[in-house]
C-alpha cells in the first residue's frame, strides 16, 4: 500500500540511493541532511510497503515562495501516480505555511518530467541557458497557489 509521508532520519539512506537511481544528477549525499535540518516539511517519501520508492524535496525560498529541489520515483513505480501523490502533499503542505507560489526547474529535455508539471498547473517562466553543470539549459516554471 502507498503512503506518502515527512521524511524521518532512517530514510535518509534510502532516498540517497533513490536519488542515485532516478536523477542525472550526483549530489553530495550531505546535502539529503541539510535539507531534512532545514526544511523537513518539504521532504517527503513515497513507500510501497515500508520500502522507499520516491521522494521530493522542496525547500522555502523566502516568504510565501517555495521551490522543489529533487522528485524521483523508482522506475518500476512510475505512472501509478506516486508523483503526482509526492506533488499534491508537498502543496498542500506548503499551503499550511502560507506559500502562494512553488518554483522549481528542469531539465528542457525531460519531457516526462516537463509534461507532468504543465498538467498539474505549472507554467513556463524562462529559459535559464547552461543551468545544469553539464551545460544543458533549463526550464524554469512555476505554480500559483
Ligand atoms: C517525473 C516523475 C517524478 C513522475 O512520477 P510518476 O510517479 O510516474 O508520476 P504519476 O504516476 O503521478 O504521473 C505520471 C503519469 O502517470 C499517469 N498515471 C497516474 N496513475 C496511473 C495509473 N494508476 N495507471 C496508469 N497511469 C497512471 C498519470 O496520469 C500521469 O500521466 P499524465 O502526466 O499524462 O497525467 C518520474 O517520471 C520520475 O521520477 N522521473 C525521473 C526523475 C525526474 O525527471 N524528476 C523530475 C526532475 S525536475
Redesign the pocket.
Known sequence: MLLVRQVQPNDIFPVIAVAFE??PERYNPSIFNQFYESCPEGFLVALDNDSIV?FLIGIRTSPGIARILM???QDA?????????LLAQFIKEMKTQQVTRVD?E?RTS?T??L??YQ?RGFLLNATLPGFYQNGENAYSMRKEL
Open positions: 532516478t536523477l520516491g522528485v524521483g520515483v513505480y512510475r505512472k501509478k501516480g506516486i508523483g503526482s501523490a522549481l528542469v525531460n516526462v518530467a509534461q507532468f498538467k
